[in-house]
């Protein structure tokens, strides 16, 4: 393996790093990955590594079908692990990456399309950093993130609540706020500390920052016609934290993982249900409960 | 009855809790919060192969708690009953 021909990158303090005959190519191909770049030789551990080869085909025993991010994904499992093969929406072309078990070891083939390459490479990877993360403490959320003095708020509810419309008021209204992401930051346990990193993937918003704040709380947002916050009981935040998570379920050591990783969470950082307006009082209520507990 | 397939125990915020696991049950996003005798009587049943019947948990719950035997049967029957509204055993 030539080392001139990987591209790595870090996303919250994890290395992974993608191999190609074109390396420039790759670069190209995923313009929100560039602030997450990683130049240190000296790799230790990385996450997995991810190469484009030719041709792949689908194998296995097909398991499971899903929708993700504007695609089709069926998952096989195979000798050698799990095979995905995903189909774009308004595409006819499979494109294919086989794992092994543990999803340290990946395989991608594209095609010469670059703005479909770049949206398959794109989905893999991310597919590919839940999965071989789930088991190291570390979730890819669901979810919309302000930033407040080192501090981090996530806010989460099912697509069209108005995620990104609450952390936009948060920005009009209180002051010293920040964006970090607003579609999918990652969640980790670090030494007993909760944090939340900016990443490549932010949904519709161009918001890529590879920086991290200290979680203060989660915040689930409903649509209602008055303001009011409730903070949750563990349990109950262990349900809402759950649907917010990528989680895959059909592998038992995934889940597992999962499941330890949000049992911790939900019993140490504080977790509410905001029902709200998409209007500033809603902010302003939200802002004044979540950092006075 | 039968715990169905995929269904587990777990410890989840100190709370014992029967989770979905698998390819089967990928659509069911609830979570059960079972009592501490409930808890019993499902390791109990797990051990066993998963297999019960009402009167195997009524003859669990005198053996372990110092009730008798009508009171172990009613509420026998009657934990049965939610384990299968909740879909998490089957007939």
């Known amino acids: ?293 | 009855m039968k715990i169905k397939e995929g269904f587990v125990l777990r410890d989840v915020c100190n709370s014992n809790v029967v989770v979905a696991q698998g390819v089967e049950n990928i659509d069911f996003n609830k979570i059960i919060k079972l009592n501490d005798s409930a808890a019993y009587l499902w390791k109990q049943i797990e051990t066993d192969g998963g297999s019960f019947t009402p009167d195997k948990l009524a003859d669990l719950l005198v053996k372990e708690y110092d009730i008798d035997r009508e009171t172990a049967s009613t509420d026998a029957v009657t934990l049965s009953q939610s384990w299968l509204d909740a879909g998490i055993v089957a007939e």
Request: charged share 15%; aromatic share 10%.
């Open chain 1, 1 to 293: 393996m030539k080392e001139q021909n990987k591209v790595t990158y870090q996303v919250a303090k994890h290395i992974f790093s993608i191999l190609s005959d074109h390396p420039a190519v790759v670069r190209t191909l995923l313009p929100s990955y560039e602030p997450f770049l990683f130049t240190e030789t000296a790799v230790k551990e990385p996450l997995f590594l991810l190469e484009i080869v030719g041709n792949l085909s689908v194998e296995g025993t097909k398991i499971h079908q899903f929708s993700w991010d504007d695609a089709q994904i069926a998952i096989y499992t195979t000798d050698y692990g799990y095979c995905f093969g995903l189909i774009p929406h308004n595409c006819t072309d499979l494109f294919v990456l086989q794992a092994t078990h543990d999803f340290s070891s990946l395989k991608v083939s594209l095609q010469s399309d670059s703005r479909v390459d770049s949206f398959v490479l794109n989905n893999f990877i991310m597919l590919a950093y839940a999965f071989a993360t789930a088991s190291k403490a570390t979730i890819l959320m669901h979810a919309s993130v302000i930033k407040r003095k080192n501090q981090g708020y996530l806010f989460l509810g099912v697509s069209g609540t108005g995620k990104s419309t609450h952390s936009q008021l948060w920005l009009d209204t209180i002051p010293q706020t920040a964006l970090l992401n607003d579609d999918n930051p990652v969640v980790r346990i670090i030494e007993g500390k909760k944090i939340v990193f900016g990443t490549p993937w932010s949904g519709k918003t161009p918001c890529y920052k590879n920086e991290s704040a200290s979680i203060a709380a989660f915040v689930e947002l409903q649509q209602a016609p008055s303001n009011q916050i409730t903070s949750l009981e563990p349990l109950e935040a262990y349900v809402v934290l759950l649907a917010s998570s990528s989680l895959m379920k059909w592998d038992q050591r995934i889940s597992d993982g999962l499941m330890q990783t949000l049992s911790d969470l939900s019993m140490s950082v504080p977790v509410y249900n905001l029902n709200c307006l998409p209007d500033k009082a809603a902010a302003k209520l939200c802002f004044a409960r979540v950092t006075h507990g």
